[in-house]
């Protein structure tokens, strides 16, 4: 059974950075998509990132401009997300996410297996 640990997340000044780690477990990994999404308060769940683990190839949100940055480590079995340059909008639980449909979905629809999140708290 596939398991996603985030964690990483907290609180951080407007301007700063964090990077979230998910661990994953329960199956090898080949083949599959992970992603990274966020919500906030009252708010839908939202695509942030996604890589494909046997490639590495990478994909983002167009909204991030660059900020962001998801990386995976086979060996580990670990997906990372830096967070650069945060702002108080960024302020949301983040959850890692696994698929292995083709293509790469930007909806949570897209994703079977889901880690419980990791809270991101940018402060202004």
């Known amino acids: 059974q596939v398991q996603l640990v985030e964690s990483g997340g907290g609180l951080v000044q407007a301007g700063g950075s964090l990077r979230l780690s998910c661990a994953a477990s329960g199956r090898t990994f080949s083949g599959y998509i992970m992603g990274w999404f966020r919500q906030a308060p009252g708010k839908e769940r939202e695509f942030v990132a996604a890589i494909r683990w046997t490639t590495g190839t990478t994909y983002y949100a167009d909204s991030l401009n660059g900020r962001f940055t998801i990386s995976r480590d086979n060996a580990k079995k670990m997906v990372y997300l830096q967070m650069n340059s945060l702002k108080p909008e960024d302020t949301a639980v983040f959850y890692c996410?696994?698929?292995?449909?083709?293509?790469?979905?930007?909806?949570?629809?897209?994703?079977?297996?889901w880690g419980q999140g990791t809270q991101v708290t940018v402060s202004s």
């Open positions: 996410a696994a698929t292995r449909v083709v293509g790469v979905p930007r909806n949570q629809q897209g994703y079977d297996y």
